[in-house]
């Protein structure tokens, strides 16, 4: 599930990502000749739903000009390349994503629902979570989301570079948990076998040659662990217990007394 061949967003030419983005009049395609079969629009849900269904893998300029009924080089006319299009992508995936007000919420509550918000995404759209985005695609999408989240750590006493560096402490949490889920899925998808199922086939083995007085931590916490979960991790817990976790790491920053 891991973006091939190191793919990163902002990858492509800056200036012409950034015209597409942010519909630069003449940008999204020619404004001369014969008439263009399809729009910018329409190459990238084009692209969501090959990247949505099959991975990242499975999204070629290629892919996306047979989705459409174009040849590859017609395609080339919208977005100039793969590069320019994974950013066009993800902005757009951010600025369709659903929003809460924040305004009447504790700063937990809004802390919990911007992870929430940022959990389902990750859910609709998993190659989002493999994605390197250390330079974000500077489009409407990104400012969107950006200007929202900041706002769960608005009013809260901490200077800017905090509520910069809180919010990227969140989002990196829910990164984590969100590729659990997805591999663990994807482990159940390509195998045929539930965890639970592949566990039952293991145990007899493992029973013979797993030490316990060995290992008596191993044997004692993972049994537990794997009775509660039916396997050897269970993403929704992880996400719930880590998120507690996250929420009490910000409190000492958020709620320590003022000087």
Same mark, same amino acid.
């Given at each position: 599930?891991?973006?091939k061949?190191?793919?990163?967003s902002?990858? $492509?030419?800056?200036?012409?990502?950034?015209?597409?983005?942010?519909?630069?009049?003449?940008?999204?395609?020619?404004?001369?000749?014969?008439?263009q079969?399809t729009?910018?629009?329409?190459?990238?849900a084009?692209?969501?739903?090959?990247?949505?269904?099959?991975?990242?893998?499975?999204l070629?300029?290629?892919?996306?000009?047979?989705?459409?009924?174009?040849?590859?080089?017609?395609?080339?006319?919208?977005?100039?390349?793969?590069?320019?299009?994974?950013?066009?992508?993800?902005?757009?995936?951010?600025?369709?994503?659903?929003?809460?007000?924040?305004?009447?919420?504790?700063?937990?509550?809004?802390?919990?629902?911007?992870?929430?918000?940022?959990?389902?995404?990750?859910?609709?759209?998993?190659?989002?979570?493999?994605?390197?985005?250390?330079?974000?695609?500077?489009?409407?999408?990104?400012?969107?989301?950006?200007?929202?989240?900041?706002?769960?750590?608005?009013?809260? $006493?901490?200077?800017?570079?905090?509520?910069?560096?809180?919010?990227?402490?969140?989002? $990196?949490?829910?990164?984590?948990?969100?590729?659990?889920?997805?591999?663990?899925?994807?482990?159940?998808?390509?195998?045929?076998?539930?965890?639970?199922?592949?566990?039952?086939?293991?145990?007899?083995?493992l029973?013979?040659?797993f030490?316990?007085?060995r290992?008596?931590?191993?044997?004692?916490?993972?049994?537990?662990?794997?009775?509660?979960?039916?396997?050897?991790?269970?993403?929704?817990h992880?996400?719930?217990?880590?998120?507690?976790?996250?929420?009490?790491?910000?409190?000492?920053?958020?709620?320590?007394?003022?000087?």
């Open positions: 599930m891991a973006a061949g190191g793919e990163r902002s990858a $492509g030419d800056p200036v012409r990502t950034l015209e597409l983005l942010w519909r630069v009049p003449g940008s999204s395609g020619p404004t001369r000749g014969p008439k079969r729009t910018l629009d329409a190459v990238i084009a692209a969501l739903e090959i990247a949505d269904t099959a991975g990242l893998g499975a070629t300029m290629r892919s996306v000009a047979a989705k459409l009924g174009l040849t590859p080089m017609a395609t080339y006319t919208y977005v100039p390349g793969k590069a320019e299009l994974l950013d066009l992508m993800l902005d757009t995936v951010y600025q369709r994503m659903p929003r809460q007000e924040l305004g009447e919420m504790s700063w937990r509550e809004r802390v919990s629902t911007i992870a929430a918000e940022n959990r389902a995404l990750l859910a609709r759209h998993p190659w989002v979570a493999y994605l390197p985005t250390t330079r974000p695609p500077l489009g409407p999408g990104v400012a969107a989301k950006y200007d929202h989240e900041l706002r769960a750590f608005d009013g809260l $006493g901490l200077d800017d570079l905090a509520m910069d560096a809180a919010l990227t402490y969140v989002l $990196g949490f829910v990164t984590s948990t969100a590729q659990l889920a997805i591999d663990t899925a994807k482990a159940a998808r390509d195998s045929g076998e539930s965890d639970r199922d592949w566990w039952e086939r293991a145990a007899p083995l029973a013979r040659v030490d316990a007085e290992y008596p931590l191993a044997a004692r916490v993972g049994a537990v662990a794997g009775q509660a979960h039916d396997s050897a991790y269970s993403a929704d992880a996400y719930e217990f880590g998120l507690g976790r996250v929420l009490d790491g910000l409190a000492v920053l958020i709620e320590k007394p003022r000087p």
